[in-house]
């Protein structure tokens, strides 16, 4: 049976054969398919009101709260795969690492302790920052506090975004991109878009609209029907995405991080 999340009026969980099309009807009111999860012994999916990028702070804390219990490992493998990549990507060079909405298992913890990175993790949610720093991880709520505190550098700049980049489409944070990321480095993120989802691929039709306006390219990786990686990076950093890129396809290969 369909149900809030309780004190959000944006987010509701229903059981897939109660979702019609990619929609849920609550009343008057139609919440969009976002995220597939099992509750107990039912198989359904987070449905949403408005734009993933719309969503309040409350809304992100109570998704990434549920997300973090009950969507098995596709969090986890994307990050695998992510991480292995950048090992191969920078093996022997030291790198700086944003992890963008990283909730409070951030991509850190899944890159091998002899790769050397200066890390930074970055969650609207302060119960997540609280959860980054008693793991010894340096962490902020706040976006140009984060950049701010780490000054400028010609180490290679790399941003993840794993889950969440659906919630960073938007002219504020796609400007901010550009902050995190230098000539050296990129910024490489998912869509999870399940083909019932039409609000998905409005999406990711917007961030595509978006970026033209700026002078950040991109490329798109796809490991299923369900789960698209972009890598978005500076002219100038052209060679350094065209040698991750073989490396992410062949961790998405080995470690399968695909959708239901």
């Known amino acids: 049976m369909a149900k809030m999340l309780a004190g959000s009026r944006n987010v509701a969980w229903a059981p897939f054969e109660e ?15 976002f995220r597939a999860l099992t509750l107990g012994d ?17 809304d992100i804390a109570k998704i990434n709260l549920i997300c973090d219990k009950h969507e098995g490992m596709k969090n986890r493998n994307t990050k695998v795969a992510i991480s292995q990549a950048l090992c191969r990507t920078f ?18 913890n899944y890159i091998p302790s002899n790769m050397d990175i200066d890390f930074t993790g970055i969650d609207i949610d302060p119960s997540n920052v609280a959860s ?13 506090e984060a950049i701010d505190a780490r000054g400028s550098t010609n180490t290679p700049r790399i941003a993840t975004a794993v889950y969440s980049l659906h919630m960073m489409v938007s002219e504020d944070s796609v ?5 995190f990321i230098n000539e050296e480095g990129f910024l490489v993120g998912n869509f999870y878009i399940d083909p019932r989802e039409e609000k998905a691929y409005e999406q990711r039709n917007k961030l595509h609209e978006l970026l033209g306006k700026t002078d950040l390219a991109y490329t798109r990786v796809q490991d299923s029907k369900h789960n698209e990686y972009w890598v978005i990076y500076k002219p100038e950093a052209k060679n350094v995405v065209e040698r991750f890129t073989p490396n992410l396809e ?11």
């Open 19 to 33: 979702i019609t099309g990619g929609a849920l009807e609550v009343g008057k009111t139609t919440y969009n398919l």
């Open 250 to 260: 062949q961790s998405i290969k080995a470690n399968k991080p695909t959708g239901p």
């Open 91 to 108: 093996n022997g060079i030291a790198i700086e690492l944003y992890d963008l909405g990283c909730g409070e298992r951030p991509i850190a």
């Open 175 to 179: 400007d901010n991109f550009s902050k």
């Open 42 to 58: 039912k198989r359904g999916a987070l449905c949403l009101r408005v734009p993933a990028s719309d969503l309040t702070e409350s």
């Open 132 to 144: 980054l720093r008693e793991q010894g991880h340096r962490a902020y709520d706040d976006w140009q």
